[in-house]
Structures are given as C-alpha cells and as structure tokens.
C-alpha cells in the first residue's frame, strides 16, 4: 500500500512540530524517519498511524483520502516506544491477539495460531518466554514481544518508532538484520522512526532526513551519504570536522595563505570572498608528519585510540586561535598504518583533506 503526505502541519500549543510536510512512501518500501530528538519523526508516524489529527493537509493510502479515518480502521501495525501489552495476559496470548480477534471468516485455525506464534516468537528470539506475564519481562523483551504481535496480523502498513531502542547493541543488531530479512519476505510498508544513523542507513530502502519540523532531504542510504542536501544533514550522518574559510571563485581557503590549505569547490564558482564552511569526515584526511613549508591543516596529536582493524587519531589545531572552529580534529587510519608511521602523542602533524563538501554561508543557516 503506498502512502503519500500532502502538506502536513502540527502544531502543540506554540511548539510547531510539523511544517508543510510532503513525502511519498511506495507500496512495499521500508522508509525510515532520521533525526535529532524534537524534529518532528515521531508526531509525523502517529499522524499516519492515525493517533494525532494534523492542523493542515492531508495522508492518503492508496491514493484515498485517511486524513480523517479511524486508527482501527487503517490497517496499521504499530509499536512505539512504550507500546503496553495486555499485562493479565502471556506472551503466548498477547501475541495471538490480533488473530483471535479477527472476524470469524477472517481467523485462522488454532493449530495455524500456535504456529504462527512460536514462528515469531522464535524471531524475536524470546519463543522461551511465551507462558510469562509482561510484568516478569524486561522493558526490551517486552518491546520485542509488541514487534511481533503488531506483525502477527500481517498489516498493509507496519508502523514503528525506535523499536530496538531499549535493546543492547548486539540484540539491535540482529533485529535488524531479522527485519530487513522480514521486509522482504512480506513486502509490508514499513516506516520506522530512529535517531540512529546507523540503523536508517543499514536497514531502510530510503531515508528521509527531518530537522525542526521539516525534511532536509530524502534519498537512499547512499545518496543521503555521498551527497548531504545541507550542513545539518552532513553533520547528522557519523563524525564530521568543521573547518571556517572564504570562498572565491570556485575555490576555499582555511587558514594563512601561505601555510594553510586551498580546497577545490567547483559548487560555488560565482562565490566572491564569502563565508565558507568545509566539512570532510575522519576517514577522508591525509595524515603525515609535519615537515617546514608543508601545506595543509597542522594540528598537535593529542590521543591515538587503536580499536581492531582502525585507529582514531584526536588532534588539536596550531592555528585555532584564528577562527571559531572547534579546536579537536578526529581523523581515521588503518591500525596498520598508524603502527607503521609511529606517530607519537604530543607529535606535530600536518593534515590534508581526500575529499570535501563545501557550503558557503548562505547554505550553511543550519549549521
């Protein structure tokens, strides 16, 4: 079922949560709603799911009007962060309401329950817990247990918000990895909501990018990644460093001209000594020794945090002084590599950026 969201605005008292939001869901997509804590996400899935009423437009489903459907009537599963289950009764049964409830017609047969029930218990790996009460459940078991009876019925859309948010590391992981798997057996529209990069980017077919009650920018994992829409969305997605410049006819300069650093930015060649902001991530800086008359950004190694295969190097600018950016520099190399130069803590390096995106002041409002 696809969903299309016409001009959606909200508003809680003189907080505006929603303004003018427009976005189209295909039929079978997995989409999630990326963010920062009060952009928006959560208000936009309740407004689908039909549990708020927007102040202005419209959420149709299949091409009809549901602005002003009833939840039941929607064909919606869904499970937020405190989604309450039947706390009178197990795990077993909670997760067989949905089927026990259906029109007579409609109900499958008690053996195909149990079956269907041990499945996704077993999914969600808690199949041991099914004759348990919520109460004698942790808050992440019981989360998990809300997922599956919200998929027991099989909905047209599936609805979550920050599902494995109660979950440990190595659970959300493979919860995951069990619902991506489980979207594409069933092809149910998802919509997830999360503030976890990670999770949008490994999980969704899209990502929608929401800040302030508005979207940034829509587009799938890689594109979000490769090609940030704005300086908000650049520094959502994982470690950014921040570097202050000018601009000037399709090129930046950060720090002395003489000692400092050139960056191409063929964005903005009408650019006339502007404001600029550069943003490069770790990974994307050239690390070396710092030697007399070398060009680039030099910086003091202040720590070097060796984890497996990479290592995180913490530098200071020598020039911070001179501009408002933050004074520590995250850059990432390979163990090998940092084994091999030697560098030493307290050692004058000197950095060069692989790759950068460059706004220019005008773009950079939500920096």
Not at 240 to 257: D, K, P
Request: glycine share 8%; aromatic share 6%; net charge negative.
């Amino acid at each position: 079922m696809s969903i299309e969201i016409r001009h959606v605005s909200k508003q809680f008292g003189r907080f505006q949560a929603l303004s003018d939001v427009s976005l189209d869901i295909d039929s079978g997509e997995l989409v999630a709603l990326l963010g920062p804590s009060g952009c928006g996400k959560t208000t936009l899935l309740r407004i689908i799911a039909g549990l708020e009423t927007p102040d202005a437009g419209s959420v149709l489903f299949s091409g009809e009007d549901t602005t002003d459907v009833h939840v039941r009537e929607r064909q919606v599963g869904f499970v937020f962060q405190h989604y309450a289950l039947f706390r009178h009764m197990t795990v077993f049964e909670n997760v067989a309401f949905g089927l026990r409830v259906k029109p007579r017609g409609l109900r499958p047969s008690e053996a195909h329950i149990k079956q269907k029930v041990h499945e996704l218990l077993d999914l969600v790996q808690l199949d041991w817990l099914a004759a348990r009460y919520p109460a004698q459940l942790s808050g992440g078991q019981r989360q998990r247990i809300a997922l599956a009876r919200a998929l027991a019925v099989e909905p047209r859309v599936l609805l979550l918000d920050e599902p494995f948010g109660a979950l440990d590391a190595k659970v959300r992981k493979e919860l995951r990895r069990w619902l991506r798997r489980l979207h594409d057996d069933l092809h149910v529209t998802s919509i997830f909501v999360t503030h976890d990069q990670e999770e949008a980017l490994e999980v969704a077919d899209r990502v929608v990018l929401m800040n302030a009650g508005r979207i940034e920018q829509i587009g799938s994992p890689q594109q979000v990644w490769d090609h940030p829409a704005s300086p908000f969305v650049y520094g959502f997605l994982g470690s950014v460093n921040l570097f202050h410049g000018r601009a000037h006819q399709g090129e930046m300069q950060i720090g002395a001209a003489q000692g400092g650093l050139r960056l191409h930015a063929p964005q903005h060649p009408d650019a006339q000594d502007a404001q600029a902001l550069a943003y490069v991530r770790p990974h994307d800086l050239e690390v070396q020794r710092y030697a007399p008359g070398a060009t680039g950004i030099v910086a003091t190694l202040t720590r070097a945090i060796v984890i497996g295969p990479m290592a995180r190097l913490e530098l200071n600018r020598a020039d911070t002084h001179q501009d408002m950016d933050n004074e520590v520099i995250e850059a990432q190399i390979s163990a090998q590599q940092f084994r091999e130069l030697g560098f030493r803590e307290g050692e004058t390096l000197v950095l060069t950026p692989r790759h950068a995106r460059v706004f220019v002041h005008s773009e950079a409002r939500a920096a």
